[in-house]
């Protein structure tokens, strides 16, 4: 009697606190946890004439086809290469693109690189492809470029070998300046007091950086990392199908646009969302592992 006593008092104190939260609450229920359900048809031959129970059941039938197609491993690869190349590369570009504005003495050039490098992330996917097909078209700048560094006249895009180099590249030009606002608001949370003694103790700038200010920013490094991980398998098909070419195709192709490929295209509805749903468990693994050893090596975690 007590807690329904005190669980009331709570919510006519709050209420309006309460009120805010059931859109956020209506969100994930309505788009993330209610289209779960639909996560049945990969056990199943669905067609949309039955419905999800009048489809047959498959079991794991679409998850063999899925593992012993030719395609697998190449797919399995280009999908691991581009992520991994994007979180090697691209991961810690804001970083240190935050800690190299953090070291700027002019507050109005820092703000003009910020505002400079936040652009780009506001550009249309489409417009950043389409920028992209040009510069490195066989008439491009980049393609102008590299030809006087000795590079052989050609469209990049038709070569395989460097799609997942323009892909990571655009990828980080895009985003390099919206992914530092995070680590800036970080970093102008760090104890000043800890500079000024670095610098009585003798401590260059490149030190204190060293010493004081990653270790300071380090939980947030952390925590933005095991999120990373648990999209290792998630490579958005918009941008693989906007830069995509058949010429291309040997290392453009990724598990996303696959599913894409497959479900929307070949209707296959049953074996695209076993394709799906391989990836989401596969990235569900690498949150809980990456957050087990983060927890184990450093005590930062996100739980």
Request: charged share 15%.
């Given at each position: 009697m007590y807690t329904k006593k005190?669980?009331?008092?709570d919510l006519k104190r709050n209420w309006s606190l309460y009120l805010m939260v059931i859109p956020v609450l209506a969100f994930y229920i309505i788009?993330?946890?209610?289209?779960?359900?639909?996560?049945?048809?990969?056990?199943?031959?669905?067609?949309?004439?039955?419905?999800?129970?009048?489809?047959?059941?498959?079991?794991?039938e679409h998850f063999e086809t899925f593992f012993k197609g030719k395609d697998f491993f190449r797919i399995l690869g280009n999908t691991l290469t581009i992520s991994i190349s994007s979180i090697i590369f691209g991961f810690p570009a804001p970083i240190i693109l935050a800690l190299l504005i953090n070291e700027?003495?002019?507050?109005k050039f820092a703000k003009a690189v910020q505002t400079i490098t936040y652009l780009p992330h506001f550009i249309s996917l489409v417009v950043v492809c389409g920028m992209m097909k040009e510069f490195v078209s066989d008439t491009g700048f980049i393609t102008e470029f590299l030809m006087n560094l000795g590079m052989p006249k050609q469209n990049m895009l038709n070569e395989p070998n460097f799609f997942t180099s323009i892909y990571v590249i655009s990828g980080i030009w895009q985003e390099v300046g919206w992914g530092s606002i995070i680590y800036l608001a970080a970093l102008a949370g760090v104890d000043q007091e800890l500079y000024e003694a670095a610098q009585i103790d003798g401590a260059g700038r490149l030190r204190q950086t060293w010493s004081i200010t990653i270790p300071s920013i380090m939980p947030t490094i952390i925590t933005l990392f095991i999120l990373r991980l648990g999209s290792?398998?998630?490579?958005?098909f918009e941008k693989i199908i906007l830069l995509y070419n058949p010429l291309s195709a040997e290392k453009a192709e990724v598990i996303s646009s696959y599913v894409y490929s497959v479900g929307m295209i070949k209707a296959q509805y049953g074996f695209s969302t076993a394709v799906g749903l391989f990836n989401s468990v596969i990235n569900c693994f690498l949150v809980f592992g990456a957050n087990a050893i983060s927890r184990k090596l450093n005590d930062t975690s996100l739980w």
């Open positions: 005190k669980v009331a008092s788009f993330c946890y209610k289209p779960m359900y639909g996560a049945i048809i990969a056990f199943k031959d669905f067609s949309p004439g039955r419905g999800i129970w009048g489809s047959p059941w498959v079991g794991f700027v003495s002019s507050r290792v398998m998630n490579v958005g």
